[in-house]
């Protein structure tokens, strides 16, 4: 499977993104799918989490209310709607899928990884 994030940009504070990863390959809707993000100086986060069919999502305490998880395994891709911006928010995401579902939060876990696109908030 392959990978390829793509939406980030340059924001100011209290905007809104839409982030979105596009899978290759035929088996999308068997991955449970993720979102992480890495600050400059931090390790990497798991930002939010969705079952295989859309059912069940999950999220960091620090997002909730603000971002949003979404697919859409009729076109092998899944979105992360991110409103209400902060600076705090600033980092690479990645997208990340995982094929056995025993975990959403734990990054190795996953089986695969996109390249990262770059979100920017500005105070």
């Known amino acids: 499977v392959q990978l390829q994030a793509s939406g980030g940009g340059l924001v100011q504070a209290g905007g809104s993104l839409r982030l979105s990863c596009a899978a290759s390959?035929?088996?999308?809707?068997?991955?449970?799918m993720g979102w992480f993000r890495q600050a400059p100086g931090k390790e990497r986060e798991f930002v939010a989490g969705?079952?295989?069919?859309?059912?069940?999502?999950y999220y960091a305490e620090s997002v909730k209310g603000r971002f949003t998880i979404s697919r859409d395994n009729a076109k092998n891709t899944v979105y992360l709607q991110m409103n209400s911006l902060k600076p705090e928010d600033t980092a690479l995401y990645y997208c990340?899928?995982?094929?056995?579902?025993?975990?959403?939060?734990?990054?190795?876990?996953?089986?695969?990884w996109g390249q990262g696109t770059q979100v920017t908030v500005s105070s």
């Open positions: 990340a899928a995982e094929v056995s579902g025993t975990s959403y939060y734990i990054q190795d876990q996953y089986d695969y």
């Open positions: 969705i079952s295989r069919r859309g059912g069940y999502t």
């Open positions: 390959g035929r088996t999308f809707s068997t991955y449970i």
